[in-house]
């Protein structure tokens, strides 16, 4: 069993990320150079944090319940949530731990600030998670515990619940949201002109949400659904969900956008707080 310590590290606490996770298994489909720049991207993640974290606590937009549920196995297996690729990408392996402890103490503080949730020790880690942390972290040693995002959730409760995980940064634990800042598919496989200007529309307002001063933040954020172009970029809110959650984990952090790229003519971004 992985012991993740309830003791606060000294120095710069963790920040919070939201990183794209890409198609399907696009980075090992040989479709370079059009997911190149998100490739690099998330290789350098981990350059960029202030050291090795202890464990992850990552929410993906390809897990879904009625309430907040953790993964609590310790040996988590893949689910290879993607159809119709070549077969070498069913054989892509992570091992990363699980944490039984880390899952307890996730539901702890849920329950802490009056949210309801529950574990799950048989559900593995979906290609939201282990394909971009095959890049991100790829020595896979790092115990990493999966949190579902409830359905229909409204931005300001996927918030509430990045609110009240953000003590673990201090605990050197990192939150991760993993999604993707334009996601209509049946717009973003093709070119498609009027699609790419709500992407250039939307992505503009979302950068800007997310670097306005914390104390305007949530609120703009909550209401992401008036900002331009939003449903034509999210007719469904799963992939843009785990950027709340991490919103929510950010308390008085300042965020940034550090990724930016166009991809098949749509806008992609990646963000951090902190």
Not at 231 to 252: I, N, Q, R, S, Y
Request: hydrophobic residues 40%.
């Amino acid at each position: 069993m992985t012991d993740i310590s309830a003791k606060k590290v000294d120095g710069k606490r963790q920040p919070v990320i939201f990183m794209p996770h890409g198609g399907g298994p696009c980075f090992f489909m040989g479709w370079s150079p059009v997911w190149d720049r998100m490739e690099e991207h998330l290789r350098g993640i981990g350059s960029t944090l202030p050291r090795r974290p202890s464990a992850i606590v990552v929410m993906s937009g390809h897990w879904e319940t009625d309430r907040p549920t953790v993964t609590s196995g310790e040996t988590p297996s893949l689910i290879y949530d993607y159809y119709g690729f070549p077969e070498h990408t069913y054989a892509l392996q992570y091992p990363a731990p699980g944490s039984r402890d880390l899952a307890r103490q996730v539901r702890h503080l849920l329950e802490e600030a009056g949210i309801a949730g529950d574990e799950d020790d048989q559900r593995g880690f979906d290609h939201g998670v282990f394909i971009p942390f095959m890049l991100a972290f790829p020595e896979a040693d790092i115990p990493v515990v999966e949190l579902s995002l409830p359905h229909h959730a409204s931005a300001d409760q996927v918030m509430n619940i990045g609110r009240a995980l953000e003590p673990l940064r201090d605990q050197n634990v990192l939150l991760v949201g993993a999604g993707m800042s334009y996601h209509n598919l049946r717009r973003f496989l093709r070119p498609d002109a009027e699609a790419a200007h709500h992407a250039i529309q939307f992505d503009n307002w979302l950068t800007q949400a997310v670097e306005a001063a914390p104390s305007q933040r949530a609120s703009l954020l909550a209401s992401w659904q008036d900002a331009p172009c939003a449903k034509a970029c999210h007719p469904e809110a799963d992939h843009l969900m785990p950027l709340m959650f991490v919103a929510g984990a950010a308390g008085t952090d300042p965020g940034s956008r550090d990724y930016s790229d166009t991809i098949m003519g749509k806008t992609l971004s990646g963000f951090r707080f902190g």
